[in-house]
């Protein structure tokens, strides 16, 4: 989720998403889900992360990089997702959580509580205009209620449009964030909901350093970012190679080139936090 509303609230620095799923029930419109489930489930028939598999990738990466569970699906539509939280805080890393709590329980959100969560977003559901609002029931209402209740400091509730009415009035106004689709994730959303930009010309930055917030898939590989839904740059793979690796890696390299100005595909083109390398402000 990229959303101005909430980056005063996001830290800096290296971050590593986690995508412990291929597939998303959610269906949010604005999300380029089914363009990732399709090229992923074309190179692996990895559904979920396995947790043996998480544990390996996270050996080969830094404690100083943030753990980010967010990633191109609803995290909790993996099982075993919060031991991966758990095992990534015992590990010494910032975790950030960003959640629509679909698949998340109780006990879940209990196990949740006891750990120190730099960023815990959640992502309300909304009135039915681009999220599939059948999942919203008792057992979800009550969950919401039960993160109401539990006071976690850096908790945001966050909600593209209008909230689902059967929640609406268990949020308090002052702890909810109203925001709307803003980004394109580098022209993979449909662009009735939002309109890709124009393709950037020349030398580029982008404005939040994301070419350091790489997303690990359930196969082990990682791709350049939060936007890179279609796999356009993979970095590497962690099951193999270590952290440090990627940035080294040829398809890095290239990118780094590529954003200096070098011919060839680059998805920051398309990508709206991308801006002219000689910005001043
Ligand atoms: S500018 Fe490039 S690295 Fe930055 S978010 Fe966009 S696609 Fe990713």
């Known amino acids: 989720m990229i959303l101005p509303e909430l980056r005063s609230a996001i830290p800096a620095g290296r971050?590593?998403?986690i995508t412990t799923t291929t597939g998303c029930i959610v269906g949010c419109s604005y999300c380029p889900q089914d363009k990732f489930a399709d090229r992923q489930r074309k190179v692996s028939d990895t559904k979920h992360l396995s947790l043996g598999d998480f544990k390996r990738c996270l050996a080969r990466v830094p404690a100083s990089v943030d753990i980010s569970f967010a990633?191109?699906?609803e995290l909790w539509l993996n099982p075993d997702c919060t031991e991966m939280v758990e095992h990534a805080s015992a590990k010494g890393h910032g975790i950030r959580?960003?959640?629509?709590?679909?698949?998340?329980?109780?006990q879940d959100l209990q196990r949740l509580q006891a750990l120190r969560l730099g960023v815990f977003v959640v992502h309300v559901f909304d009135d039915g205009a681009h999220m599939n609002s059948r999942l919203v029931g008792a057992k979800y209402r009550d969950l919401v209620g039960q993160l109401v209740d539990a006071d976690?400091?850096?908790?945001?509730f966050v909600v593209l449009g209008e909230p689902h009415p059967d929640i609406a009035d268990i949020i308090p106004a002052q702890a909810l964030v109203r925001a709307r689709p803003v980004s394109?994730?580098?022209?993979s959303v449909d662009p009735k909901i939002v309109e890709p930009r124009q393709p950037f010309v020349g030398a580029l930055i982008c404005v939040d350093e994301r070419q350091y917030r790489n997303v690990l898939l359930p196969n082990g590989e990682v791709t350049l970012c939060s936007m890179d839904f279609e796999r356009r740059h993979v970095l590497g793979?962690?099951?193999c190679d270590e952290y440090g690796d990627l940035f080294e890696s040829p398809v890095?390299?290239?990118?780094?080139d590529r954003m200096n100005g070098a011919a060839g595909f680059l998805l920051c083109r398309m990508c709206e936090f991308a801006d002219p390398s000689d910005r001043t402000d």
């Open 184 to 187: 394109s994730r580098g022209g």
């Open 152 to 156: 976690i400091p850096s908790i945001r």
């Open 237 to 239: 793979n962690l099951l």
């Open 252 to 256: 890095f390299c290239e990118i780094v």
């Open 97 to 106: 959580i960003f959640t629509t709590l679909v698949g998340m329980k109780g």
């Open 15 to 17: 971050v590593l998403e």
């Open 71 to 73: 990633g191109y699906s």
